[in-house]
């Protein structure tokens, strides 16, 4: 069973960047596709971005593409989210989380099939 851990949020400006880490701990990470999601103050917790457990697929919601870039590295149990061009409707509380299913052929974006879910990490942006 895999457990996650979120790094590296903050404080940033409008139009910069912020890496965030997720460390998994557990033999099987690398059969586990990936997932970030954010959730803003009194909204409901949205899809990020998705990884598949290969690293061959990757998913991101609209809002996103082209800013943010999801990675793993499977020898370091580690999934990143690069966040550039960072605008203030970004803000909020990212959370890291592993799919419930082992080497899921798809990427999934709806939470409800992540079964581990880290305590989350905040993002502000600054207009």
């Known amino acids: 069973q895999v457990q996650v851990a979120e790094s590296g949020g903050g404080l940033v400006q409008a139009g910069g960047s912020l890496r965030l880490s997720c460390a998994a701990s557990g033999r099987a990470f690398s059969s586990y596709g990936m997932g970030w999601f954010r959730q803003a103050p009194g909204k409901e917790r949205e899809f990020v971005a998705c990884?598949?457990?290969?690293?061959?697929?990757?998913d991101y919601e609209d809002s996103v593409k082209g800013r943010f870039t999801i990675s793993r590295d499977n020898a370091k149990n580690e999934v990143t989210l690069q966040m550039d061009s960072l605008k203030p409707e970004d803000t909020a509380v990212y959370f890291c989380a592993a799919d419930s299913l082992q080497f899921r052929v798809v990427t999934m974006r709806a939470p409800r099939f992540y079964g581990t879910w880290g305590q989350g990490t905040q993002v502000t942006v600054s207009s």
């Open positions: 990884i598949s457990w290969s690293g061959a697929t990757t």
